[in-house]
Structure formats: structure tokens, C-alpha cells
């Protein structure tokens, strides 16, 4: 145990009132009396905000795909087009994520963040008024843009506003609206297309961010405080070139390449990657040891927490993105619900996610570094449940026996999320923390298209071209066995992180 200090008060000579520090030792505070001073309580409002920036920047990941059959009909798009609509806003988000999250650390992170959201109202605005495929995949990629500006910010914005035990809430709030935006973004989407609010139609699910967007662009200058890393240098311009496109070659395949029959190019980019990323962490390496600004530094990984903490996040976000994929296929195609039928089914999940993170505080204390063990492990009691009663009613049961397990999973999910995030960040100091927070996101973003493109691969696989429902719930259940092996590997790598306390970037 520290040093422990004390305020203390003291009279100046003009009557006025001074307040210091001095160190408590041990057996000092042994015998004191148990007198506390009362801190001011943290400020809510900037949290609500960041988070509602999280919110909607995720949401748009996932409320596109309701809205596909719609938006081809309506401007006439191919399915080429369609797939574009879809990937235009991952593939930036996943490989601009790094870039952005150091360039918080130095011009700013309120400053990018407030620039990236105007510029994603600006491409709502847009995606939500396109009359050509052209112009609406136009739209997406440059949402995308702005949302890799926000998106690494937020980690870092949290850590600088909040301390203890306020820190710890607000990353679970932070995690709560991710999960939220990922659940219920089918849920949203039917409901906004279903209502139809002014005839807009699938028009509604990109123009409902503007005026939520608007207001948040103008009320963060003025609630949240700015951070940024110390001292102030210049981007590292090569290595910038260089993770971008080691991540485009990487993404770009995963994301067009089982569309598309896994064509010659999509094999040679994946390939490509590997010598590119290597470039880059030897480059990043070397900027590092010089005593230069790296894109990232280096440094950040000597702690066990932070680099196996990123291939259990990796895996995570793999099983949750891919799980909301055959689950929609499964309900859309296997069972013939609607968009909004569907997504009602996922309130159970929503609502189970929701507890875990609303009581995650206390069972972190509880549990510690094994509360997303722990998490991971209800996720897979969840997807084994699932997978076992899909197998015995196929596509003709009653579909109301799936919320129970989907309840778990969900409780699962949120007692994994935000805790591992914590772990993961704990030791980085808030010289680097955009850009590990850049990082980070960037792995959930590469888990949840590698997740998505295999488990995809091996439904379209066995489902084949005729999606005939039983072999759609057979597909759908053996991708839930797959997914239970992926959480099984995060259960493992938790026990390799290490202490929160272990060595941080100096």
C-alpha cells in the first residue's frame, strides 16, 4: 500500500484560505479517525453524450441490413451495389481507426470527436436523401470516415473525465451502448421502416441521426472537457500509409471476397497483408526505440492485459457479430419472420445484456479479473442451448423457446463487454490512451468481419443456393457450435492477462 495523503487547510496571512497536501503514513492512518473528505460528485451529462455518439456511430453498422430489400427496390440497386451499401461503412471504420485514435492524441480528442460527428450528421443527411446506389454508397463511406474519428476517442475521453469507481460506470455505460445499438439495431430499423414517420420509408433509419447528431455536435464543446497526449509532435505519415493498407488488404477481402466466390484477388490481398503489417510493426518499432511518435507505440505492448487482451477482444466480438448474422438468417430465411417480427425476438438478449451491464460494478467486484470468464462462459451455456433446440424444432417449433437461452447469452455479453475493455485499457497511460483505445477498436472491428465472413462462409456453404429452411437450421446450429469453440478461447486468454497493475507505457 501507498503513500496515503490528507488535505489539509490552512489560514493565509491575509485571512484568506489555503488547501495542501501532506503524506499519511501507514501507522498514521492506522490510528486516525475515520474522517473523510466528500468529492465533489462526477458530472453525468458529458457521458451521455460521448455515449450517444457511441450509439449511433454503431447503430449504423447494423440497422442497414433490414433495410436492404427496400433500398434495392427503391433506387433499383444490383447486388453489387447492395453489398457496397453494406461494407462502404465497415471498411473505413476498421482502417482509419488507428490513424484517428493518434491523431486524438495529439490535436485533441473532444476536437475529433465533435469533427467526426458533424461530419457523420453531414453523411446521414446524405445516405438519407440519395437517389442513385452511386450516391448512397458514396453516403456510407464517408460515414464510415467520420466514425473512425469518433469511434477511439471515447475510451480516452471516459478515462480522462472519470476516476475509481466513476471510471468503472462509465465504461459500462460506454459498453451498454454499443451492445444496445448492436441488438436492438434490427429492432430499430423495422420499427422506423415499419412506421414509415412522413413517407420517408428505409430513408428514416440515416435521417433519424440528424437531429440527434446536431444536438450532440453542438453540447460537447460546452460539457466535455478537452484531453489530448503529451506533448505535442507530428503524425507519423508513413506508418499511417502503412496500416491502412495492411488493413484494407485484410478487410476489404473478408468483407466482398465470400460475396463475390472468394475471387484470385481477394486470396493475393489477404496474402499481401502479412508482409505490409510486418513493415509497419518494425517501422512502429523502430520510431519507438528512437525515442520518435509512432503511430503506436510500441511500448504498449509489454503489458500482458493490453496484447492478449486484444486477441480476446478480437475472438469476442467475432462470436457477437456473426451470431447476429445467422440469427437473423435463421428467423428471415429458416422461419419466414419479418424484418420486425424478428427483431422483436431479440429483446430477451437485449434485456439480458442490459442487466449484466447494469449490475456489472458489483459483480467485477465480486468476481475480478474473471468477470469476463465468467461472461463468456454464459455466452457459450446461451449458444449451446440455442444450438441444441433449434436442432430438435428446426424451423417449425415454437420460436418463443429460444428467448430463454438468448436471455443468457445476453447476460453473458454484458458481463463481458465493458469488464474486458477495463482490463484491457487499465495499464495505458493517458499519454497514449487514444491511440490504444484506436487499437482496441480496431481489433473488435477486424474480430466482427472475420467472425461474420467465416461463420457467413460456412452457412451460405451448407445452406446452399435454395436456402431451404431445415438445412438453414441445421447451418444455423452448427455455426452456434463454432461460435461456442470462439468464447471457449476467450475463457483461456483472460487467464493470460495478467493483473490490471501490470507494466503500462511509460
Given amino acids: 500500500m501507498g503513500p496515503t495523503r ?20 501507514e501507522s498514521e492512518l492506522a490510528g486516525a479517525p475515520a474522517a473523510t473528505v466528500a468529492e465533489p460528485p462526477p458530472r453525468w451529462s458529458p457521458l451521455i453524450l460521448v455515449s450517444l455518439g457511441t450509439f449511433i456511430t454503431v447503430l449504423d453498422f447494423f440497422i442497414v441490413n433490414v433495410a436492404v430489400p427496400d433500398i434495392q427496390q427503391s433506387l433499383h440497386a444490383s447486388s453489387v451495389a447492395v453489398q457496397f451499401v453494406l461494407a462502404g461503412y465497415g471498411l473505413p471504420l476498421a482502417t482509419l481507426m488507428i490513424t484517428s485514435g493518434r491523431m486524438g492524441d495529439l490535436y485533441g480528442r473532444r476536437r475529433l ?5 458533424a461530419l457523420f450528421t453531414a453523411a446521414s443527411a446524405c445516405a438519407g436523401l440519395a437517389q442513385s446506389p452511386a450516391h448512397l454508397v458514396a453516403a456510407r463511406v464517408f460515414q464510415g470516415i467520420a466514425a473512425s474519428l469518433v469511434t477511439p476517442q471515447v475510451l480516452a475521453l471516459l478515462g480522462a473525465m472519470y476516476q475509481g469507481k466513476a471510471r468503472a460506470v462509465a465504461f459500462n455505460v460506454y459498453g451498454l451502448a454499443i451492445g444496445l445499438a448492436a441488438v436492438f439495431g434490427q429492432l430499430i430499423g423495422g420499427s ?15 435521417l433519424v441521426n440528424v437531429p440527434v447528431g446536431l444536438v450532440a455536435v453542438a453540447l460537447v464543446p460546452r460539457l466535455v472537457p478537452e484531453s489530448r497526449g503529451g506533448g505535442r509532435t507530428r503524425l507519423d505519415v508513413i506508418g499511417m500509409l502503412l496500416v491502412m493498407l495492411g488493413l484494407v488488404a485484410i478487410v476489404l477481402p473478408l468483407t466482398e471476397g465470400r460475396e463475390l466466390g472468394w475471387p484470385l484477388w481477394s486470396v493475393l490481398c489477404l496474402i499481401a497483408a502479412v508482409p505490409v503489417l510486418a513493415v509497419f510493426a518494425a517501422q512502429q518499432h523502430r520510431g519507438t526505440v528512437r525515442g520518435g511518435a509512432p503511430l503506436v507505440n510500441t511500448t504498449l505492448f509489454r503489458s500482458r492485459a493490453f496484447s492478449v487482451g486484444l486477441f480476446a477482444m478480437m475472438f469476442y466480438y467475432a462470436t457477437m457479430g456473426a451470431c447476429f448474422l445467422v440469427l437473423s438468417l435463421y428467423l428471415q430465411q429458416g422461419r419466414g419472420m419479418s424484418p420486425l417480427g424478428s427483431g ?53 417449433g415454437q420460436v418463443e423457446w429460444l428467448a430463454g437461452p438468448l436471455l443468457v447469452a445476453g447476460l453473458g455479453m454484458g458481463l463481458t463487454m465493458a469488464p474486458l475493455s477495463s482490463m484491457v485499457l487499465a495499464p495505458i497511460t493517458a499519454d497514449h490512451a487514444a491511440a490504444a483505445s484506436g487499437v482496441l477498436t480496431t481489433a473488435q472491428e477486424i474480430g ?7 461463420i457467413g462462409s460456412i452457412f451460405f456453404r451448407m445452406v446452399g443456393d435454395h436456402t431451404r429452411p431445415p438445412a438453414t437450421s441445421h447451418a444455423f446450429s452448427v455455426c452456434l457450435a463454432v461460435l461456442v469453440a470462439f468464447d471457449l478461447l476467450v475463457v483461456v486468454l483472460v487467464q493470460f492477462m495478467g493483473r490490471a497493475s501490470d507494466p503500462a507505457v511509460d
Avoid: H
Wanted: include cysteine; charged fraction near 10%.
Fill in 6 to 25: 490528507r488535505l489539509c487547510v490552512q489560514t493565509k496571512p491575509n485571512g484568506g484560505l489555503s488547501m495542501t497536501t501532506e503524506e499519511l503514513s
Fill in 448 to 454: 466482427a468481419t472475420v467472425g461474420t465472413a467465416l
Fill in 192 to 206: 422506423l421502416i415499419a412506421l414509415d414517420p412522413g413517407g420517408l420509408g428505409w430513408r428514416a433509419i440515416f
Fill in 344 to 396: 422483436l425476438l431479440y429483446l430477451p438478449l437485449g434485456a439480458g445484456f442490459f442487466a449484466a451491464t447494469a449490475l456489472a460494478g458489483r459483480l467485477v467486484g465480486r468476481l475480478g479479473r474473471q468477470a469476463p470468464a465468467v461472461g463468456a462462459l454464459l455466452v457459450v451455456v446461451g449458444y449451446g442451448t440455442l444450438a441444441a433446440l433449434v436442432s430438435g424444432i428446426g424451423v417449425g
Fill in 113 to 117: 470527436f465533435v469533427i467526426g460527428l
